[in-house]
């Protein structure tokens, strides 16, 4: 595991964090523990669409102000709707913190960060806080008689 030293700052991390769970908590979390400074990239509802193939089921600012709401100490912003690689571009990140089941185009990353660590968080009770467990299990419970 990565340890805080002089030479690394700023941390940044990126994903969906639709029905935010206990398992995003603990990414950021753990995230947040590799320096002082973290900025989280909230995915945009049409990248969700394009790399998942399904729409969230919260839009981009409902999942914007959860993770706000879950983590005021961090800059949380809405990824760039056309080029995912923009906000590394602005903000320059010294370190990437993906979860353990992230995709993320290490050789795109390179070629706009080459001195950029990229550190893998592992998952935290993935066998219940897994966004598309929740999923599924939203889609398979009958509504509620009131």
Do not use: C
Not at 59 to 83: C, I, Q, S, W, Y
Not at 86 to 104: G, H, K, N, T
Request: charged share 25%; proline share 6%.
């Amino acid at each position: 595991m990565l340890t805080k030293n002089t030479t690394h700052t700023r941390v940044m991390a990126f994903g969906t964090f639709d029905l935010f769970h206990p398992g995003h908590a603990y990414y950021l979390r753990e995230a947040a523990k590799l320096w002082d400074e973290l900025i989280v990239i909230v995915a945009r509802d049409a990248r969700v669409l394009t790399m998942k193939l399904r729409s969230p089921i919260h839009t981009e600012l409902t999942r914007l102000d959860n993770v706000v709401h879950a983590f005021p100490e961090a800059m949380v912003l809405l990824g760039d709707e056309k080029d995912m690689m923009e906000p590394l571009r602005i903000y320059a990140p010294d370190i990437i913190a993906l979860w353990y089941d992230q995709f993320f185009p290490e050789e795109r990353v390179r070629s706009v960060l080459p001195n950029v660590w990229v550190v893998r968080i592992d998952g935290f009770m993935t066998d219940v806080h897994k966004s598309s467990l929740l999923r599924q299990k939203m889609e398979h419970t009958p509504p509620t008689m009131q």
